[in-house]
């Protein structure tokens, strides 16, 4: 226990620690240099000034089937307006002119490649736009009551609105630009009303009184009117979340989201009302707080517990003030949540959007779910009686999935999402949830309905794995009549595609890649047939600067049947002629792989890793990827420390028997989160094939990490007494059983203040290791939470050296990480005070 405090205290003060690592090998002329150059040439920053737009994000609008979209390459950013009926895509204004209209307006100097423009959007005539852009003049912030204050200037944004047809730019004086709609606001549909939480209780304010919370949240003059009287802590009437008693105590007195749902008359709403009182807590230490570490508790329910929230449904009458709890109660622990409507495509750029429920003025849909996940039911609510109507029941004997139903005039009937026949399906139910017939049908993954034609009966939707030869990740967008004939597709193509539709669904546009091609963005009608091509993303001086694309590739796994599907990513220096230690990157999912099929601009974990010298691969396994079946999927039930690791062994073993660049001898493995969890696991169960590890802020005891994820993909045990009790066990296998197995290098992470995956599944493993007299190396992050945030380059390093040493042999790297100070960069303070657009 010596070892551990000092390994935590060296760590929290920002050291590395090798728990007795051994000595440095002495060099041999066979021994390779990691190429630290060549990978510092991809870091993010480095990317994001090479790859610009990879795909286009149409803003439909409301008058016509137009859209516009921005655009940015190598030569700048553009701005465009499609019209899909004329088949024309036209600039919406000339660069330069707009550029030296602006100058001539701001007095800071723009040309076309740099017009700095936010929060573009048309008009209501749809004939102008209005922007806005901020200067380099310095302003006092109009909410300010200390002028003095360090944070009382801000820079001036002036407001413009551009005409079309004559090309006219004019500054809009005195613009009072309507703020964000907050996150603590639920608007009725009328905008009569806005309802948000206060101090664990419901209230409500009028318009007039929201306009002046927009502009002063701390305005004395609002009026605000209480709805709810017994709020207390951790049962509160909505609220932000899970919060920690440090955010409590800071948020105190701020209002904050109630999450309600609106009927589209606005007479009512439903929330969702949750009874956290029993749910024990967890605590992480923040030991670089100011002035001194602070102490993080939260509410967190581990698997197999038995306090468990309780949820419950409220329906309120907002014109009578008054509300009920609905009798949604069915399953022991059960999850209940209720479905919010489709939002429409041209309603993107609204600056109000209400949260509506599913449903109508008289109806409304939720879920509920089992604790042990096997079982679902659909419900819908009568408005007028309160009566709980079941429509659809889903019983499995692994983990049931859902999806919002998607309706169809107005509820008289409903298209469901189902995996009951093994694969993942649409069903045409009636109202009343009576089967009237399956639409879609075969050895595929239906995703989602995308929009649906009422007039013709015909469904538009997303699906893998149909299309002979190709990725089964790669997605498609499919129509179909309701009755399951006429099904067509409409975006074909060896690539993953991505679709908006829009909302008469007349035309959609299509985003397209792999990882081993350019991304496209295409206009199509509703036949699929192509308008015209939209956009190519620019990779030019991605290439320029040496990049090469990876390649996928296909194996069997473990079993010798199953298909799975990676990508293998090299040095852009390879040599054929060389062997080069393999990397897996690994995440095992249930609910996703780490295997990219599109391009991807996010380069971390692979392309940047395999330019130190390494071969990178990353590769499904059984029990991953949902978008197969559902046999694929649940593969790893009740065995969800191991049920991967065979599949990725035999994906090396086939590369390696394949390719002679790979040395066997030399394999690594690493991955973050359920991939730290991975990772570790691989290098125990596999220690004379694994090499080295490096294991970021793995889940290794899900037996203490959240019930809903490990409950879910491994299983949970419901027990009913012969007197009807209900209780819940569960068992899991975790990495530090298996701690005397190590014989590779083990270098594990984790941020201090993780409060997702607890530092303490590290830690137990720590445990385990020192007590079976094992070496190995941690690095904690001070300050961090899961994903590391402004420490992840500097992890990244970490891991690095962390292969160049014990997979290449190369220990030469000094104290400094030389990469990053070249990385920093110059403020470019531009005369007069002034400041680059990157500062601002």
């Known amino acids: 226990m010596r070892k551990l405090y000092f390994l935590l205290c060296a760590a ?14 002495a060099a041999t002329p066979a021994q390779a240099k990691g190429n630290y150059l060549l990978a510092s040439r991809f870091s993010p920053k480095k990317i994001s000034k090479m790859v610009f737009s990879t795909s286009v994000d149409p803003h439909w609008l409301k008058l016509s089937n137009r859209f516009w979209y921005s655009y940015e390459s190598g030569a700048g950013r553009q701005w465009y307006i499609v019209d899909p009926a004329f088949k024309t895509k036209k600039a919406i204004f000339d660069n330069a002119k707009l550029a030296a209209a602006i100058t001539l307006i701001v007095k800071d100097p723009f040309d076309a490649q740099h017009l700095p423009i936010e929060n573009l959007k048309f008009t209501k005539d749809e004939k102008s736009v209005q922007f806005e852009l901020k200067s380099t003049v310095d302003q006092v912030k109009k909410d300010r009551k200390d002028k003095k204050a360090a944070d009382s200037l801000e820079k001036k944004t002036f407001y413009f609105t551009y005409d079309m047809q004559t090309e006219k730019v004019t500054e809009l004086k005195n613009y009072e630009k309507v703020k964000p709609k907050p996150a603590w606001a639920s608007i009725a549909p009328d905008s009569s009303a806005i309802v948000f939480s206060r101090k664990y209780n419901l209230y409500w304010m009028d318009k007039a009184n929201y306009k002046k919370a927009l502009k002063n949240e701390d305005d004395s003059t609002i009026v605000e009117h209480q709805l709810t009287k017994d709020g207390v802590e951790n049962y509160a009437y909505g609220g932000s979340g899970n919060e920690t008693n440090v955010e409590r105590e800071k948020n105190a007195k701020k209002r904050k989201p109630a999450g309600v749902l609106w009927s589209p008359d606005a007479k009512h709403f439903a929330m969702n009302r949750t009874d956290m009182r029993k749910v024990k807590d967890f605590w992480v230490i923040n030991s670089i707080a100011e002035p001194r570490p602070t102490l993080e508790t939260y509410k967190y329910q581990m698997p197999g517990e038995k306090e468990a929230p309780i949820e419950e449904i409220l329906l309120f009458d907002f014109e009578a003030k008054t509300y009920k709890k609905l009798a949604v109660a069915s399953f022991k622990d059960q999850d209940v949540s209720m479905w919010s409507a489709p939002v429409l495509q041209k309603s993107r750029d609204d600056e109000f959007r209400p949260s509506l429920w599913l449903g109508d003025n008289d109806k409304f849909y939720f879920y509920r779910t089992g604790r042990d996940l096997k079982k679902i039911d659909v419900c819908s609510v009568d408005i007028k009686t309160s009566a709980v109507k079941v429509l659809i029941e889903e019983r499995m004997n692994t983990y049931v999935e859902i999806a919002r139903p998607w309706l169809i005039n107005g509820g008289k009937e409903l298209i469901h ?16 949830g009576k089967l009237k017939n399956q639409i879609t049908t075969g050895s595929f993954h239906c995703d989602e309905v995308v929009n649906v034609d009422e007039k013709s009966r015909t469904m538009y939707f997303t699906a893998a794995g149909r299309e002979a030869g190709e990725n089964p990740y790669y997605t498609h967008l499919y129509s179909i009549h309701f009755d399951g004939s006429g099904l067509k597709l409409l975006n074909s193509g060896n690539f993953t595609h991505t679709a908006s539709m829009s909302d008469d669904a007349k035309y959609f546009v299509g985003n397209f890649s792999r990882v081993n091609a350019a991304p496209k963005s295409v206009l199509y009608d509703n036949n699929g047939t192509k308008i015209m091509d939209l956009e190519t993303t620019d990779l030019s001086q991605l290439m ?15 079993d010798g049947i199953t298909d799975l ?9 390879f040599d054929p002629a060389k062997k080069y230690p393999i990397i897996e990157y690994v995440y095992p999912g249930p609910q996703t792989e780490a295997v990219n099929t599109a391009f991807s601009r996010g380069m ?36 969800l420390r191991d049920y991967g690791l065979a599949d990725k062994k035999a994906a090396v073993e086939q590369l390696a028997d394949k390719y002679p660049f790979i040395d066997i001898t030399r394999v690594g493995i690493t991955g973050h989160s359920g991939g730290g969890f991975m990772s570790t696991a691989a290098l125990l169960v596999y220690p004379d094939f694994y090499k080295a590890a490096v294991s970021e802020s793995g889940n290794h005891d899900n037996s203490i990490y959240n019930r809903w994820w490990s409950e879910k993909h491994h299983g949970v045990k419901e027990i009913i007494t012969a007197k009807g009790d209900t209780t819940f066990t569960y068992t899991i296998d975790k990495n530090q059983d298996l701690a005397k197995n190590l014989k590779g290098h083990l270098m594990l992470s984790t941020g201090d203040i993780d409060n997702n995956v607890s530092p303490s599944n590290t830690i137990r493993v720590i445990n385990a290791l020192i007590k079976a007299n094992k070496r190995f190396d941690f690095v904690l992050l001070p300050g961090q939470r899961h994903a590391y945030g402004d420490m992840t380059e500097y992890f990244f390093w970490q891991k690095a050296d962390y292969f160049c040493k014990w997979l290449l042999g ?9 990469e990053m100070t070249r990385e920093v960069e110059m403020t470019n303070k531009r005369p007069g005070g002034g400041t680059s657009p990157d500062e601002n």
């Open 12 to 25: 929290a003060c920002g050291l590395t620690v090798r728990a007795q690592s051994p000595a440095a090998p």
């Open 417 to 432: 999402w189902s995996e009951r026949d093994g694969w993942a399906h649409f069903y045409l139910f009636d109202g009343d």
């Open 544 to 558: 320029a600067a040496g990049y090469k694309f990876p390649e996928p590739f296909k194996v069997k796994a473990d």
């Open 565 to 573: 599907f990676g990508v293998m990513y090299k040095p852009y220096d």
């Open 604 to 639: 971390d974990y692979t392309d940047r890793l395999a330019q130190m010298g390494f071969i990178v691969i990353s590769v499904g396994n059984r029990g991953g990827n949902p978008e197969r079946s559902k046999w694929y999927h649940n593969y790893g039930y009740g065995n």
């Open 810 to 818: 190369d220990f030469s790297q000094p104290v400094d990480i030389l």
